[in-house]
């Protein structure tokens, strides 16, 4: 059998200040590198130009030390990996996998017949397009983006299925034609989180994946995107996301407190993390199905 020295890493959008959920990931993550002699890194996943800031990204290495975690190299930031991304999809594009996307996020609204939630897949109208309409709309500078033509790619790629591994969940086969037409070349940013997380992974030799189960069907997706570029496939461990005493999983959008107040009340960032550890004392645990 062939060990695998285990590299880790924790990988967050610099869109916000960390709070109590991102540093139980991080603890997670960076607990089963140290206990296993591996390799902890820490990746910046600052694509997003509009929603990114410099200062939160300082913010989150400082959270990081306050919590007693050290990462192994320098941070890989996302928005210094163009090419890298440029180079995937020209890859994908080339394998006849892409189609350009010019629709707004109103028109794919408006486009949906029944209500959906915010899981709604992609109705495809750009990907029936002729080649001359696509080429006149891009030489006319209409903003696209780079949707994956998922039935194809997934024909190409699946052949006897996809599969990937879960320390929860065990083997899971892999279902991204559920996702739609997924967009792998924003408008306004250098790739999408699947294409960036995806590329990004396999280039730091990340051997385990540790994030919250909100990405469990996002990984279908980068399983593909793994096989149709031939890279490695890691292990895989979503974690329950943790709530607040209201039940409301923590996230920046239900207003979580960020690790900046709770280290301004004059908790010790070390003992919060040996909380973490304990199993979250103290802080609720979202339900964990998968
Ligand atoms: N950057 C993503 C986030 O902050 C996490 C990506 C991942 O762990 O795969 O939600």
């Not at 923590?250 to 908790?267: Q, Y």
Request: charged share 20%.
């Amino acid at each position: 059998m062939i060990v695998r020295d285990v590299v880790t890493r924790f990988a967050p959008s610099p869109t916000g200040r960390l709070h109590l959920g991102h540093a139980y990931s991080a603890v997670l993550a960076h607990d089963l590198a140290r206990t296993g002699g591996g390799r902890f890194l820490l990746r910046i996943e600052d694509i997003d130009g509009t929603r990114s800031r410099p200062e939160h990204a300082d913010a989150i290495l400082a959270d990081l030390h306050w919590l007693g975690l050290d990462w192994d190299g320098a941070v890989l930031f996302q928005s210094t990996r163009e090419d890298a991304y440029a180079a995937a999809l020209a890859r994908l594009r080339d394998m006849g996998l892409l189609y350009p996307c010019f629709c707004t996020r109103a028109e794919i609204a408006a486009s949906q017949s029944a209500p959906h939630g915010p899981e709604a897949v992609y109705p495809g109208t750009c990907r029936g397009l002729s080649a001359a309409e696509r080429a006149t709309r891009i030489a006319g500078g209409v903003p696209h983006a780079w949707r994956l033509d998922m039935a194809r790619a997934v024909a190409l790629a699946a052949g006897e299925g996809l599969w990937w591994r879960d320390a929860d969940a065990g083997r899971v086969r892999a279902d991204p034609l559920a996702q739609g037409d997924v967009v792998l070349a924003r408008k306004d940013a250098l790739a999408s989180y699947h294409l960036a997380v995806t590329v990004d992974d396999a280039a730091q030799g990340v051997t385990h994946i540790v994030r919250g189960i909100d990405l469990f069907a996002a990984t279908d997706v980068h399983r593909l995107l793994q096989a149709l570029l031939g890279l490695p496939t890691p292990l895989y461990r979503h974690h329950v996301l943790l709530t607040g005493p209201d039940g409301q999983r923590l996230a920046k959008r239900n207003d979580a407190p960020t690790l900046e107040s709770v280290r301004l009340r004059g908790e010790d960032g070390r003992a919060l993390a040996a909380r973490l550890r304990a199993g979250g004392a103290g802080i609720g645990i979202a339900g964990q199905s998968a």
